[in-house]
């Protein structure tokens, strides 16, 4: 039996920022939990839509809010939005797995600090966009070495940069 390898929300975001930074990721390899924008960006998330139903887990995927606005809607909480479509990327994953699930809902990025939230959905052109960035993750992870590193606006405040910018 083949083994399938489980797509979390977090790879599909590292699969549209930064393949190489899926591959790091992909092998354990996790954050610098002493950063300081990782510790600011949990206490966001703590202390946002407290009221709300929070942090579900579907097929190894964790939703940061869930709350019924006519209609069910997925949150997904950011520090920033330096990182904007990758993370519409990762909320298009939550739509989908819950589309799968015979589930409807529409999407929300919420950035507390900046007092900005976005609507997102899901269309047909997404779903075989994220079908298709699938196998690229399945193709990353299983490359036997990392990618060659690219500079991007991001790579300073990354909690990988070590690995690429020693």
Known sequence: MEERTVITGVMVQYYFACKRELWFFSRGLNFDFDNDDMLIGRIIH???YERDWREVLIEGAKLDVVRKRSGLQVVE?????KLEEPAKWQLKYYLYLLR???VKAMGL????KEGTAE??????EDVEALEE???GIEKVISLENPPEAERKPYCRRCSYRDFCWV
């Not at 990025?109 to 507390?112: Q, V």
């Open 77 to 81: 909480v950011k520090k920033s939005s």
């Open 109 to 112: 990025i919420s950035y507390p």
């Open 133 to 135: 960035a699938f196998k």
């Open 119 to 124: 609507e997102v959905g899901l269309s047909g």
């Open 100 to 102: 799968k699930a015979g």
């Open 46 to 48: 703590e202390e946002s």
